[in-house]
T-cell receptor, first 116, second 113 residues
Framework: DQQVKQNSPSLSVQEGRISILNCDYTNSMFDYFLWYKKYPAEGPTFLIS?????DKNEDGRFTVFLNKSAKHLSLHIVPSQPGDSAVYFCAASARGSGGSNYKLTFGKGTLLTVNP | DAGITQSPRHKVTETGTPVTLRCHQTENHRYMYWYRQDPGHGLRLIHY???????DKGEVSDGYSVSRSKTEDFLLTLESATSSQTSVYFC????????????FGPGTRLTVT
């Protein structure tokens, strides 16, 4: 079963507009969430994260929102730029006793295309 | 730049042959991970290590083994490669002092014919 779901395989937006990428999770033990960006032929790069004690985290043009009751998070990119065109992965982890060894569970990714 | 290199970057091999992929880090980090990326599947954890000689399985470990004899090197071995193991393989390290962020290497594209 898929614990982290990105239901939109792709998203296309115009330059300057807002991009909203969505992610849902099913495991109620997840309490830390991350977004990664991946360009072709490169490794994923860390973008932004949020702990479950927060509902929003902002870093420049990137903001992540967390709705724990809905088990949903979203990444907002404002304004979108052509260089933002990439695959975006949502990831989640569970802390807690017994140790998770900091493992991450990833979604399948969403391909964002920002058109000039 | 997280100081992670992977070798080889590209490899083509035949079904049934053994293959070893290497991940090398210069950061002296304790935690290292191997993932594979496939279309429609995202990134899936194969194996991970939490110290020298300390390793454990991830969600897709069948057909793979790992070894970590030094902090800086984490090896992924396909004992007898199959076509289903054609994939892009990424190594990652967890940066201490951060929360759960992992930093990835550039990847190895493996094709099993």
């Amino acid at each position: 079963d898929q614990q982290v779901k990105q239901n939109s395989p792709s998203l296309s937006v115009q330059e300057g507009r807002i991009s909203i990428l969505n992610c849902d999770y099913t495991n109620s033990m997840f309490d830390y969430f991350l977004w990664y960006k991946k360009y072709p032929a490169e490794g994923p790069t860390f973008l932004i994260s949020i702990s479950s004690i927060k509902d929003k985290n902002e870093d420049g043009r990137f903001t992540v929102f967390l709705n724990k009751s809905a088990k949903h998070l979203s990444l907002h990119i404002v304004p979108s730029q052509p260089g933002d065109s990439a695959v975006y992965f949502c990831a989640a982890s569970a802390r807690g006793s017994g140790g998770s060894n900091y493992k991450l569970t990833f979604g399948k990714g969403t391909l964002l295309t920002v058109n000039p | 730049d997280a100081g992670i290199t992977q070798s080889p970057r590209h490899k083509v091999t035949e079904t049934g042959t053994p293959v070893t992929l290497r991940c090398h880090q210069t950061e002296n980090h304790r935690y290292m991970y191997w993932y594979r990326q496939d279309p429609g599947h995202g990134l899936r954890l194969i194996h991970y290590s939490y110290g020298v000689k300390d390793t454990d399985k991830g969600e897709v470990s069948d057909g793979y083994s790992v070894s970590r004899s030094k902090t800086e090197d984490f090896l992924l071995t396909l004992e007898s490669a199959t076509s289903s193991q054609t994939s892009v393989y990424f190594c990652a390290i967890r940066s201490p002092g951060s929360s759960y962020e992992q930093y990835f290497g550039p990847g190895t594209r493996l094709t099993v014919t």
